[in-house]
């Protein structure tokens, strides 16, 4: 028997009980909304905007924009994936009425391996334990590396590779293809390796 | 990808095998992807060490640790909600004495 399309498309969302409780009248537990997303949002902010009181701004429109909007959600999609499609829409109306880098591409060709001898080992930092690696300064250097990524290409990664989404669910909040996510997603990693090649043949205090 | 078995170190081969690392590291390739990749990676050290860097890459940026959120910012997203709330709400009636 063939299902009613609400039901065929509702998919499963740990968000959706408290969601249904808010919608129904009990608008005080959209605080819990909040305190479930706020940090990673903020974070989210940071590494797309770069500035602490900006990802703050984005943040605070966001859940303006949720409370306004949130009873035209039909758990379509994750919560989550919908309140971060939102979020990047905040970025991008703020990144319109700012000065930004301009953009430009990241071309495959650009990273290729080249003609130089490459020793059979790879790099001692392709080798150190990642806890041993990981510290205060390489922290700041992947940072401003990120922030350094084309305004293209950055989002990608962020939601990618720290925010930890599918690269189905990065498609569907960044309205690309899978395809055009994963381009431009291994651009992305080439330059931030680019980027952590030259930090550690000069920069790193200490050998890795 | 194409099926064949083209040299392991022709250019157009490698630049081939090199534009799918990424889709290598998060298995997104089926099997027979992955073992002409396998295989081009054990022949050339370039792509090799480029795959062992790009690996330790993704899992650097895996492994960022998050910032914390500014001890104000809750206090002032809630007043931002309670504005927003407070001009949803129906005006109070006028009293009736």
């Known amino acids: ?24 009248g009990d608008t005080d537990r959209f ?39 949130l009873k035209t959600f039909r758990f379509e999609s994750q919560f989550k994936n919908w309140l971060y499609r939102i979020a990047m829409s905040v970025c991008i109306k703020r990144r319109r009425r700012s000065k930004y880098a301009p953009e430009r591409e990241l071309s495959l060709e650009d990273f290729l391996p080249g003609d130089e001898q490459v020793a059979a080992e790879a790099p001692a930092w392709a080798r150190e334990p990642l806890d041993r690696l990981l510290d205060e300064e390489l922290t700041r250097r992947i940072e401003d590396a990120i922030l350094a990524l084309p305004e293209t290409y950055r989002p990608v990664l962020v939601l990618r590779d720290l925010e930890g989404f599918s690269t189905e669910e990065t498609a569907q909040i960044l309205n690309l293809t899978p395809g055009n996510v994963k381009v431009r997603l291994h651009r992305a990693r080439l330059f931030i390796r680019e980027q952590l090649k030259e930090y550690f043949a000069h920069d790193r205090s200490r050998p890795a | 990808m194409t099926g064949a078995d083209p040299p392991e170190h022709d250019p157009a081969h490698c630049r081939e095998m090199f534009s799918h690392l990424s889709e290598y590291l998060d298995r997104e390739l089926d099997e027979i992807a992955c073992r002409q990749i396998e295989r081009h990676l054990r022949h050339c050290d370039a792509c090799r060490a480029c795959c062992a860097t790009l690996a330790r890459t993704v899992a650097l940026c895996q492994g960022m640790p998050p910032h914390a959120v500014p001890g104000d910012m809750a206090v002032r997203l809630r007043e931002a909600i309670e504005k927003l709330r407070a001009g949803d709400r129906p005006a109070p009636a006028p009293h009736s004495d």
Do not use: H
């Open chain 1, 1 to 24: 028997m063939a299902q009613p399309q609400d039901s065929k498309r509702r998919i499963n969302d740990k968000d959706a009980p408290l969601i249904e409780a808010i919608n129904a």
């Open chain 1, 31 to 69: 605080y819990e909304l909040v305190q479930r997303y706020q940090q990673p949002l903020f974070n989210f902010g940071l590494r797309i905007c770069g500035q602490a009181a900006d990802a703050e701004d984005m943040v605070q429109d966001t859940f303006l924009n949720v409370f306004r909007y």
